[in-house]
C-alpha cells in the first residue's frame, strides 16, 4: 500500500496496513532532520516525507490568512506575532489588506507542490485558518476581549474579513489536486481555553454562516 493510499483509505475509514503517519515540520527543523540522516538540507518535500517515512506532506503557511499587528523581535532573531494589535476600531479596517486570492500566480507555489508530492505516491494536503486566532492578535487580546462585550460588530465584521479571503482561496485550492485540507487553530494554553468555550462557538458560527450565505448552493 502506498502512502497516498494509506492517507485516502484512511480518510474514508477503510482498512490500511498500518496508522499514517501524517505531521508537520516547520522548515529549520525540516532541514535539521535532514542533515541529521544525512541528507541534502535543500531536500524537497516530498523527499523529506519519504526520508523520515511521512505518508503525506503539508504546504503550510502560504495560504494562512496575514495578521495585522505589531512584531516583536525573539532571542531567536526571528519576528513573533506578539505585538499591540493594529485593529482597534471601525476607522483601522482599511488596514486589512491581503494578497488578491484571484490572482492565479498566487496559486503557482501550490501547484509545484502537488506535483512534487505526486511524482513521489505522498499525500498532499494544504492548511488552512478560519481566521479566529488572526482576529484576536489583530484586535490584540484586551481589545478583543473588551470588544466582545462593548463592540461586536467589530469582531464579526473582522472575522467576517478573514472568512471572505479564506472560503476564496480554499475554493481554489479544491481545485488544484490536493488529497485534503486542514483546518487548524490555537484555542487554549497549558493552564486552559485562550476564551470561553461559548466564544468558540460564537466564532465558529460566524464562520459556518459566513460559507452557507456565501458558498453554498441549495438549489
Known amino acids: 500500500m502506498t502512502p497516498k493510499e494509506r ?17 508537520w515540520f516547520d522548515i529549520q527543523m525540516q532541514r535539521d532532520v535532514a542533515q541529521a540522516k544525512g541528507a541534502p538540507p535543500d531536500i524537497s518535500d516530498a523527499e523529506f516525507a519519504t526520508l ?43 488596514k486589512m489588506v491581503f494578497l488578491d486570492p484571484s490572482d492565479a500566480g498566487f ?18 494536503y494544504a492548511a488552512f485558518r478560519t481566521g479566529m486566532l488572526n482576529t484576536v492578535f489583530s484586535m490584540g487580546m484586551l481589545g478583543f476581549a473588551t470588544s466582545l462585550h462593548q463592540n461586536v460588530s467589530l469582531v464579526e465584521n473582522i ?20 488529497d485534503f485540507l486542514m483546518c487548524f487553530d490555537d484555542i487554549a494554553f497549558n493552564s486552559g481555553t485562550m476564551f470561553s468555550p461559548a466564544t468558540l ?18 438549489s
Open 7 to 23: 492517507v485516502l483509505k484512511t480518510l474514508n475509514l477503510e482498512p490500511v496496513d498500518k496508522i499514517p503517519f501524517v505531521d
Open 159 to 178: 472575522f467576517d474579513r478573514y472568512a471572505e479571503w479564506t472560503c476564496t482561496v480554499l475554493e481554489k485550492l479544491q481545485t488544484l489536486g490536493f
Open 52 to 94: 523520515i517515512g511521512m505518508d503525506a506532506q503539508c504546504i503550510f503557511d502560504k495560504y494562512l490568512p496575514p495578521v495585522f499587528c505589531e512584531t516583536i523581535k525573539g532571542s531567536d532573531g526571528k519576528d513573533h506575532l506578539q505585538g499591540e494589535g493594529l485593529i482597534k476600531s471601525e476607522k483601522d479596517l482599511d
Open 201 to 218: 462557538r460564537f466564532l465558529s458560527l460566524i464562520f459556518v454562516l459566513f460559507w452557507q450565505k456565501n458558498y453554498v448552493d441549495y
Open 107 to 124: 496559486y503557482d507555489e501550490a501547484k509545484r507542490f502537488v506535483d512534487r508530492c505526486g511524482k513521489e505516491d505522498i499525500a498532499s
